[in-house]
């Protein structure tokens, strides 16, 4: 198996060392900066040998060495900076991330491609069009790192352990992400249940709000530990066929009475990318939101069509 990502930077490098760890076959690391993805390359080759890993890892700034990637993941391009919405990066990551897409379907035309770069959602949808790829092989990355986030605050809410507890967030990976108690549980039981409504609503916007509260902390860039961690995770369920359902930004042809958009919702993942679209019951106030996200997507689509990116 071969992956390759674009974009040596915090979220690019940590995610190389979580792929080292699962003994994939072959990493590509690739980045405009000079010496960057080389220089990672070769530190994260001295992990293998300590911690025993067979992955071999290659840095590069020339994309031809991404020929022949299963997957290639995008975490090319800004971050945002305290202060600023992910929406504020579009223009400026929308053409980092045109001239990436156009670069893997030239060099890497049968990939399965993961976009991780902020806005992702509409970026996603950038890079679908672009390459004209099958939707099925074009996913965003953020979703997930949202719903670790919410599972992770309930855990510590309640000291009950994260692996009993599942929760859903859909919508864009934005401020206008759906935290959804309604679909959230703990071994099956309703998250209602377990705390009150009061404490749902702050942990709700307490997992919309983590990412900004993380880049208040540091001052310059933005999380890379979960989103590192997330994005292996949806890595590891495409490469290793493991048909598991994680919230991803795909696009969408009808599903939740949507069109033409890349929004997230829970997918069944597979050796194929997407292999389903799980289409959730939302009540009447949910869809309203969800379709308010959907709103603000079509809007970023709206900004690319004016400048001539789309
Ligand atoms: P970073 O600044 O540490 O790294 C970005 C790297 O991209 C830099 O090394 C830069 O040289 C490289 N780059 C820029 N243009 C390039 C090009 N055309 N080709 C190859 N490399 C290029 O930023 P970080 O923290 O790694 O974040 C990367 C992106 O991921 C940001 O847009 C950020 O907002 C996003 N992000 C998304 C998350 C999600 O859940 N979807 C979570 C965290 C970050």
Redesign the pocket.
């Known amino acids: 198996m071969k992956v390759s990502i ?7 490098g940590l995610l190389a060392l979580r792929l080292l760890e699962f003994n994939l076959g072959e990493i590509v690391l ?4 000079e010496g ?1 993805a080389k220089g990672k390359a070769l530190d994260l080759e001295d992990c293998s040998a300590v911690y025993k890993y067979n992955s071999r890892i290659k840095g590069s700034q020339n994309f031809e060495e991404i020929a022949n990637s299963n997957i290639v993941i995008i ?6 900076k305290p202060g600023m919405l ?1 929406e504020e ?1 579009l223009k400026k ?1 929308a053409l ?1 991330v045109k ?2 897409a156009l670069k893997i379907k030239e060099f890497s035309p049968q990939a399965i491609v993961l976009v ?3 806005p ?1 959602d509409i970026l996603t949808y950038l890079v679908l069009k672009i390459t004209k790829f099958s939707p099925k092989k074009v996913l965003g ?2 979703l997930n ?1 949202d719903t670790a986030r919410f599972i992770n605050l309930i855990s510590k809410e309640l000291n009950i352990s994260c692996s009993e507890i599942e929760a859903m967030v859909i919508g864009a ?1 934005s401020e206008t992400m759906l935290v959804l108690e309604r679909f959230s549980f703990i071994k099956g039981i309703p998250l209602s249940q377990f705390l009150d409504q009061d404490t749902i609503k702050r942990l709700k916007e307490e997992t919309i709000n983590r ?1 900004a509260k993380i880049v208040s902390f540091y001052g310059s ?4 530990f979960a ?1 590192a961690s ?1 994005t292996a995770e949806v890595v590891k369920a495409i490469l290793k066929d493991e048909r598991k359902s994680l919230c991803v930004s795909s696009y969408l042809e009808g599903e939740y009475g949507l069109k033409d958009i890349c929004i997230g919702a829970p997918c069944i993942l597979g050796k194929n990318g997407r292999e389903k679209i799980i289409e959730l019951e939302l009540n009447p106030s949910e869809l309203a939101l969800f379709l308010k996200s959907a709103d603000s997507l079509n809007q970023q689509k709206e900004i690319l069509k004016k400048d001539g990116l789309l």
């Open positions: 674009i974009g040596a930077g915090n979220v690019g690739i980045d405009i900066a960057l975490t090319a391009g800004f971050a945002r992910r990066l990551n980092i001239d990436i991780v770069t902020n992702v990355v953020g790192l990976h990412g860039g933005s999380a890379y989103p997330a």
